[in-house]
């Protein structure tokens, strides 16, 4: 079990853009593929909390997170779990580790709910180190979509922030926060769920 707080900024990019900041900042670096399978109930109470639990495939284990808001930036309790995920699939909140099963259930008052895998998201990510701190470049593809995104990854929030707008200058990009992952795949869901209405 491990508990990170997160700190990180956010920039959503066109192709063209995510193409070039590829090619100046990324040439060296690997890329990997993450699938994020991600939790809730089907009223979706985890995401009326601002909270997201998904589970992904790390090193050949499976890692369940929950994600929580902090006073800056997020609290991410993470845990090697056995439950393999497929679309549709039930959670029992029992079977949760205890940590998150806590959450769900005190603060979250998510207790005979049923938590369902709602849905995958597929990232193409690369990392490099910028500045002392981590800065990736995503391409996600969800739901029949496909967006593109730059995360910088720090301790410290103040000078991460100066970090991130010299880089955002250096692409003339105006800093605007995006929705997480999470979030733009959930609206995706809801916008193809009022679609087929």
């Keep these: 079990m491990a508990i990170n707080h997160e ?10 853009l995510y193409s070039q900041i590829k090619q100046q900042l990324f040439s060296n670096a690997h890329l990997f593929k993450q699938v994020n399978y991600y939790i809730d109930t089907p009223d979706f109470k985890l995401k ?25 930036g997020l609290t991410e309790y993470n845990h090697e779990v056995t439950i393999e995920p497929k679309l549709d699939k039930e959670i ?3 079977d949760l580790p205890t940590d998150i099963y ?10 005979n709910d ?7 998201l597929t990232t193409y990510r690369m990392e490099v180190d910028y ?4 800065l990736v470049l995503d391409k996600s ?10 995360e910088f990854e720090v301790t410290d929030y103040n000078t991460g922030l100066v970090k991130f ?12 926060q995006p929705l997480n992952k999470v979030q733009r795949f959930f609206m995706q869901k809801e916008k193809l769920s009022n679609n087929i209405l």
């Excluded at 009326?48 to 800056?72: F, G, N, W």
């Excluded at 500045?131 to 981590?134: M, T």
């Design 7 to 16: 700190i990180e900024f956010k920039q959503i990019l066109t192709q063209q």
């Design 48 to 72: 009326s909390h601002r909270s997201a639990l998904r589970i992904r495939l790390k090193d050949q284990c499976y890692e369940m997170t929950l994600k929580v808001p902090a006073s800056i």
């Design 92 to 94: 029992k909140v029992d």
């Design 102 to 111: 806590r959450m769900v259930t005190e603060t979250f008052g998510i207790n």
């Design 114 to 120: 049923s938590l369902l895998i709602l849905g995958a």
């Design 131 to 134: 500045d002392g701190d981590l």
């Design 141 to 150: 593809e969800y739901l029949g979509t496909t967006d593109y995104e730059l």
């Design 165 to 176: 707008q010299k880089l955002l200058r250096q692409f003339n990009l105006e800093h605007q």
